[in-house]
């Protein structure tokens, strides 16, 4: 016959005492397995907390490692943001150095132009033949004072006389005196003349040419490049007289009109 072992079930006691003066004491009975499992869920929450302890450290760390890069890169931004700034005014300062810099390079160029348009104007003066065509003082030789010459004349002088069809205008000047060009221009040409020796045709480049005729030698040749004022013939004892006649577009002109006397 089998004997049946009973199996003891484990149960632990949980006292309270009281300190009080009534000294009481409370016991309470655990079974074992709800003991057991107290102590576990004990055991879990106490692994949930260490382990949330060591999540939020864990978190903490880089929430503290962003915030140390965020700082160290909001450094770097403001730094940038500085530079930027320096580089910004520097380029300000730089744009108004080169804006008045082009202001005065626009007012150099402006002065430039106004003399370069100066000195077109003065050369496309200098190239109008309206200078007086001899050196000095000279006597417009007119019809009465040709009747005086005719009265005075030896059989051997040879007077000039103007011609009308080419509006000429005879000057009687003192020997030493230069003729001269009245205006810049070109040397047409040099031709002899059958009444009064040679002749000098200045082209001046604008529709305008005048002609100095006198019977002594030109000292300029076809081709030369003259300025007002340039010595066209000496006169002497034997040429002082000069016939002066002057075309624009082809057509002759009065020279008195042009002939600006100064003094």
Known sequence: MKLRTRKSKKSYTV????????????????????????????????????????YSAITLSDSMERFKNQA??????????????????????????????INILNDTVNQHA????????????????????????????????????????????????AHEDRKEVIFAASEGINVIASGTGTVLSVDVDVDYGNVVSIDHGNGYISVYRNNGNAVVKAGNEVTRGDILYVVGEDNTEMGYSISKDDTYIDPMEMIEING
Not at 38 to 50: I, R
């Open 114 to 161: 106004e003399v370069e348009e100066a000195l077109a104007a003065k050369e496309e003066e200098e190239h109008i033949p309206k200078g007086f065509p001899l050196s000095g003082t000279a006597q417009l030789k007119t019809e009465e004072t040709a009747e005086e010459d005719d009265d005075d004349e030896d059989e051997d002088t040879q007077e000039m006389r």
């Open 72 to 101: 160290e890169q909001a450094v770097k931004l403001q730094e940038e943001i500085e530079r930027l700034e320096a580089k910004a005014e520097a380029l300000e300062a730089e744009k108004e150095e080169m804006a008045e810099q």
């Open 15 to 54: 006292m309270i005492i009281s300190d009080s003066a009534k000294n009481k004491r409370k016991e309470f009975h655990i079974n074992a397995g709800l003991a057991g499992t107290v102590m576990l869920g004990s055991f879990l929450l106490l692994v949930c907390a260490v382990c949330y302890v060591v």
